[in-house]
């Protein structure tokens, strides 16, 4: 017996792009096909009963049905389409960067559960208003970690011993924490405060309804929004798109930390 | 081995990079041109190259024009008070055919997308903003695209304009017409209701 010719699975709508006039490809995230991409025909009609129910950043449901080359999304059902990060600016950037970090991380057909659900606590944090900086912060180490990424933040990666508190360094190129004395040989690194490295460990190894908890003081936010993208960009080998917009953003002080709405 | 006239190779080429046109009606269309008499390839051949030397951007609204300001912006039975910001140059057009609107238009060429690196730099955004610092707007029309990238593009300029005290509206959104209210998506429908009108 074959495949069946057709399946149903939910899934995030992480990327779109046009193809030809009226159809386009959307790139889902799904829990258990890791990232797919499908055809959505006739979406950019208006009234397609596709429609709303496939832009990016949204939780759908979706039937699709099996084709030579894609698969193709035949019926569909919004489950959670995140309005009240839509409706924000800074929400909906923080929301677009989360995408593009899946997107670029993830290969197409490898099921991956617990960054599906990753990615949807994440959404629905940024919808409920919670701090979108330690949102960001703790969905991005976590990312690293079901990616085998997980920066090592407890011992030197250049010598193995423990880290003092005192100012160590953060190097990309070796995934972690140097010590004082091994970070001033690597030019590449960046000077870590212990305050910075506590709330990095922890955000790392504590559930996020403990890591929200954590108040970050606004010097150490700055230091923190550095780090991690930094890190990032480093094994990308390239700049996260969408991170260009989020500083353009905070440069224009259209940054909201409290509730979604205005 | 057969081989087909170079010129004829060329045409289908060039007409294969153009979008929605794949190899089967590129060749189509070109020995459909070889059937035809000489003028009416000349007159096509024509209207190609004309379109590139002979229009540009106006330097107001950054439409698409032959002449500088552009013939909305030279109107002056138009209301220069009112600006309606579009994507597109090929949006202005659908709005003109409905005849109700009598202000003129700013292009952005593009919506904000993040996603592409693109940002208010790479559009016509500063532009668009130095419009209305001389105090003789009083309306701006939101006329973005119905979609993330339109509503990031329209809240990133409501939050630019807020503070010149500038009316902003918006175009209505919601149901299309002929659409199934059974099948429309949460955002249509919130936002139908939200724009919901006297009846
Ligand atoms: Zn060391
Ligand atoms: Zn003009």
């Given at each position: 017996?074959?495949?069946?010719r057709?399946?149903q699975t939910?899934?995030?709508?992480i990327?779109?792009?046009k193809?030809g006039?009226?159809?386009k490809i959307?790139?889902?995230?799904t829990?258990?096909?890791?990232?797919?991409?499908?055809v959505a025909?006739g979406?950019c009609r208006?009234?397609?009963?596709?429609g709303?129910n496939v832009?990016?950043?949204t939780?759908s449901?979706l039937?699709l049905?099996r084709?030579?080359?894609?698969d193709?999304?035949t019926q569909?059902?919004?489950?959670d389409g995140?309005?009240?990060?839509?409706?924000d600016?800074?929400r909906m950037?923080c929301?677009l960067?989360?995408l593009e970090?899946?997107?670029?991380?993830?290969l197409e057909?490898?099921g991956n559960?617990p960054?599906?659900?990753l990615?949807?606590?994440?959404l629905q944090r940024?919808?409920q208003g919670d701090d979108?900086?330690?949102?960001l912060?703790?969905?991005?180490?976590h990312l690293?970690?079901?990616l085998?990424?997980?920066?090592?933040?407890h011992r030197?990666?250049g010598?193995?011993?423990?880290?003092k508190?005192v100012?160590n360094?953060?190097?990309?190129?070796?995934?972690g924490i140097?010590?004082s004395?091994?970070?001033q040989?690597?030019?590449d690194?960046?000077?870590?405060?212990v305050g910075?490295?506590?709330i990095?460990?922890?955000?790392?190894?504590?559930d996020?309804?403990t890591?929200r908890?954590?108040?970050v003081r606004?010097?150490l936010?700055s230091?923190?929004?550095?780090?991690?993208?930094?890190?990032?960009?480093y094994?990308?080998q390239?700049e996260?798109?969408?991170?260009a917009?989020?500083?353009?953003?905070?440069k224009e002080s259209?940054v909201?930390?409290n509730?979604?709405?205005n | 081995?057969?081989?087909?006239?170079e010129?004829v190779?060329?045409?289908?080429e060039?007409f294969?990079?153009?979008?929605?046109?794949?190899p089967?009606?590129?060749?189509?269309?070109t020995?459909?041109l070889?059937?035809?008499?000489g003028?009416?390839?000349?007159a096509?051949?024509?209207?190609?190259?004309?379109?590139?030397?002979?229009t540009?951007?106006?330097?107001?609204c950054?439409?698409?024009t032959?002449c500088?300001?552009?013939?909305?912006?030279?109107?002056r039975?138009r209301?220069?008070?009112?600006?309606?910001v579009?994507?597109r140059?090929?949006d202005?057009?659908?709005?003109?055919r409905?005849?109700?609107?009598?202000g003129?238009?700013?292009v952005?060429?593009g919506?904000?997308?993040?996603?592409?690196?693109?940002?208010p730099?790479e559009?016509k955004a500063k532009?668009?903003?130095?419009?209305?610092?001389d105090g003789s707007v009083?309306?701006?029309i939101?006329?973005t695209?119905p979609?993330l990238e339109?509503?990031?593009?329209a809240m990133?300029l409501r939050?630019?304009?807020?503070?010149?005290?500038i009316r902003?509206?918006?175009?209505?959104?919601?149901?299309?017409?002929g659409?199934?209210?059974?099948y429309?998506?949460?955002m249509t429908l919130?936002?139908?209701?939200?724009d919901?009108?006297?009846f």
């Open positions: 017996m074959g495949a069946p057709s399946y939910q899934a995030i709508i990327k779109q792009t193809l006039e009226v159809d959307l790139t889902i995230y829990p258990e096909f890791g990232k797919l991409k499908a025909k979406v208006p009234g397609s009963k596709l709303g832009e990016l950043l939780h449901l039937m049905a084709g030579r080359n894609l193709i999304v569909s059902q919004t489950i995140f309005l009240v990060l839509k409706s600016l800074w950037a929301g960067y989360v970090l899946i997107d670029s991380f993830t057909n490898s559960h960054l599906f659900d990615l949807l606590d994440t940024l919808c979108s900086e330690t949102v912060r703790y969905f991005e180490l690293l970690d079901y085998g990424y997980r920066p090592q933040l030197c990666v010598c193995n011993s423990p880290i508190p100012v360094f953060f190097s990309s190129s070796q995934g140097l010590c004395h091994c970070g040989k690597e030019p690194s960046r000077p870590l405060s910075a490295l506590k990095l460990r922890l955000w790392q190894s504590f996020y309804a890591a908890r954590v108040k606004s010097e936010r230091e923190l929004e550095q780090v991690m993208p930094g890190y990032i960009k094994l990308l390239r996260v798109k969408s991170i917009w989020l500083r353009e953003l905070r259209i909201d930390n509730c979604g709405r | 081995m057969v081989t087909t006239a010129p190779t060329k045409l289908v060039a294969n990079k153009l979008p929605g046109i794949g089967k009606s590129a060749q189509r269309l020995y459909y070889l059937s035809r008499p003028e009416e390839a000349k096509l051949a024509e209207a190609i190259l004309a379109l590139k030397e002979k540009r951007l106006c330097s107001v950054f439409y698409i032959d500088d300001p552009c013939r909305i912006c030279q109107d039975e209301d220069h008070s009112k600006i309606c579009v994507e140059p090929s202005i057009p659908p709005l003109e409905t005849g109700k609107y009598n003129v238009y700013h952005l060429h919506p904000i997308s993040p996603a592409q690196g693109i940002g730099g559009l532009e668009f903003l130095s419009r209305l610092q009083t309306e701006v939101l006329a695209n979609n339109g509503e990031t593009t990133y939050r630019m304009i807020l503070p010149l005290g902003i509206t918006r175009l209505a959104r919601g149901l299309p017409f659409a199934d209210l059974e429309a998506d949460d919130s936002q139908a209701l939200e919901r009108q006297e």
